[in-house]
């Protein structure tokens, strides 16, 4: 039986049975949901304090810049330092930044503070977590392994964001969530205290040594982040799939911004209750993805792309009008401005998962092999980056003119984006959607995949080329062999 055939009969149930990884899944479950969970609690009492978007939008941003800018840092720290040490600590100490945070009480400052405290240790977490997983698993299992992993973090915001978070706080309110996902990161760091411990530097790290390479990795991040631009502007191909992530990324933070403005000033509920938005739009998502693996080879990702776009954007307009034409033509008890939001919410899900899904595809196919791995993580960062101008102006303008106004501004901008790529987009690759969506692991993908199907990775030494400033930050992990554990102990019984 060769390899590559051994590892497609793992699936994520099977690698559950190994319970080093069970432990540290279980640890990704509960602060992935938690984190998620004390987002949505920040969000509603973040603006039930002040009662302004602005508000929102730099609690957001509080969550989103650290991971830009400590990133490069964390994988060399990561590579320095034992990684159970890490996770362990990290889960740790964010417990207890959740605990000062119900203690802040209503000081705005103090909140933003811990928000960055949280991120910026979340930072150092993630990478860590998933350079243990090789260390912990057979190399047959590293497929149903990452396949769980992503699934897990891509599952954890509708969880977290969308159900547990809004139930927490409307039944028990949140303070007690704030407990609650405290204790959850106690749990984790006790899950993550049974993994192996394992130091890639053997002798122990060099602080010295460690402030050198954390540095070196700040200089190059910026180097390969302007190599990222020059490699947007000579190929063309890449600037629509990049347009598209960056927009539907850049959605997802304006959501957050004006969700509690929208219940409020529009649905006419509380801030609490801006859930009957984004549970449908979740919904919505789940069902277009399903849509994709079941009709997807009927149309090409081009126009399944541009289609997601229109819908967005009429749904979006129709949410910002959905009250004065609800009130004016006097539809009754049946058809209620609340049920016609719940509806476009999902529609718009739909939309969204055409969109997100195969530009993620299109881009993974236009970039060369030979730079895909060096190109994609900065391409990525260029799509958050694009992503903060949106969420730091949305909050500001509602304040101003008001949620549906900002609403509107969003839906024609999705529209201009729709009917650019009607007519300006050339993508090389005008395939029809098939089964295999997304074949890349990176979190930040949506993957139309059965939830139960590994991904495949291929597990490839990177050839030598005359690339220049490339500085290679991880150390090399032989998974499966002889580190921590033997092959004995990294099998569950």
């Known amino acids: 039986m060769t390899e590559t055939s051994a590892q497609e009969q793992v699936s994520p149930l099977d690698v559950l049975r190994n319970r080093r990884f069970l432990a540290l899944w279980i640890a990704q479950v509960v602060t992935q949901v938690g984190s998620n969970m ?109 396949s769980l992993h992503v699934f897990t973090l891509q599952a954890s915001f509708f969880v977290g964001f969308a159900l547990l978070g809004p139930l927490v706080v409307n039944l028990a309110g949140y303070q007690v969530l704030l407990i609650s996902v405290a204790i959850s990161y106690l749990i984790g760091a006790a899950l993550c205290w049974t993994l192996p411990s394992y130091n890639p530097r053997v002798g ?121 034409i609800t009130r004016t033509l006097s539809l009754g008890p049946v058809v209620s401005l609340l049920s016609v939001v719940i509806v476009v919410a999902f529609v718009a899900g739909i939309g969204y998962a055409f969109v997100a899904v195969p530009a993620q595809t299109q881009l993974q196919e236009e970039l060369p092999p030979t730079v895909r791995g060096r190109v994609f993580g900065v391409l990525n960062m260029l799509v958050s980056i694009a992503s903060f101008l949106p969420i730091i102006i949305v909050g500001p303008i509602a304040d101003v003119v008001g949620t549906s106004v900002v609403v509107q501004g969003c839906a024609l901008v999705v529209l201009l984006v729709a009917a650019g790529s009607i007519l300006r987009g050339q993508p090389t690759r005008d395939e029809p959607l098939h089964g295999g969506l997304v074949d890349a692991v990176d979190p930040v993908a949506l993957t139309g995949r059965s939830l139960t199907q590994a991904i495949p990775i291929r597990m490839v030494d990177a050839p030598p080329d005359d690339t220049p400033d490339v500085v290679i930050l991880a150390s090399p992990v032989t998974p499966g062999q002889p580190g921590p554990a033997d092959e004995e102990d990294s099998v569950g019984d």
Do not use: C, K
């Open 38 to 146: 004390v987002l949505f609690g920040l969000t509603v009492e973040v603006f039930a304090l002040t009662g302004r978007a602005t508000s929102v939008s730099l609690l957001i941003l509080s969550f989103l810049v650290p991971a830009v800018i400590f990133g490069a840092i964390a994988g060399v720290y990561v590579d320095l330092l034992d990684r159970r040490v890490i996770l362990v600590t990290t889960n740790a100490l964010r417990a207890v930044a959740f605990v000062v945070l119900l203690l802040v009480g209503h000081d705005l400052a103090l909140i933003y503070l811990m928000t960055i405290v949280i991120s910026t240790l979340t930072t150092f977490f993630g990478p860590a977590e998933a350079a243990m997983i090789p260390v912990i698993v057979q190399r047959r299992q590293l497929l149903a392994a990452n």
């Open 204 to 324: 122990g790290p060099n602080p010295a040594e460690a402030l050198e390479e954390a540095g070196s990795a700040v200089a190059t991040t910026f180097r390969q982040l302007a190599d990222g631009l020059r490699f947007m502007v000579a190929n063309r191909t890449i600037f629509w799939p990049l347009t598209y992530l960056a927009l539907t990324a850049s959605l997802i933070g304006v959501l957050g911004v004006l969700g509690p403005g929208f219940a409020t000033q529009v649905l006419g509920l509380t801030e609490r209750d801006f859930v009957v938005v984004v549970l449908p739009l979740g919904l919505g998502l789940v069902m277009g993805i399903l849509l994709l693996n079941v009709y997807g080879h009927l149309f090409t990702r081009r126009r399944g792309i541009e289609a997601g776009l229109i819908a967005m954007g009429v749904t979006l307009l129709a949410l910002s009008i959905a009250q004065p």
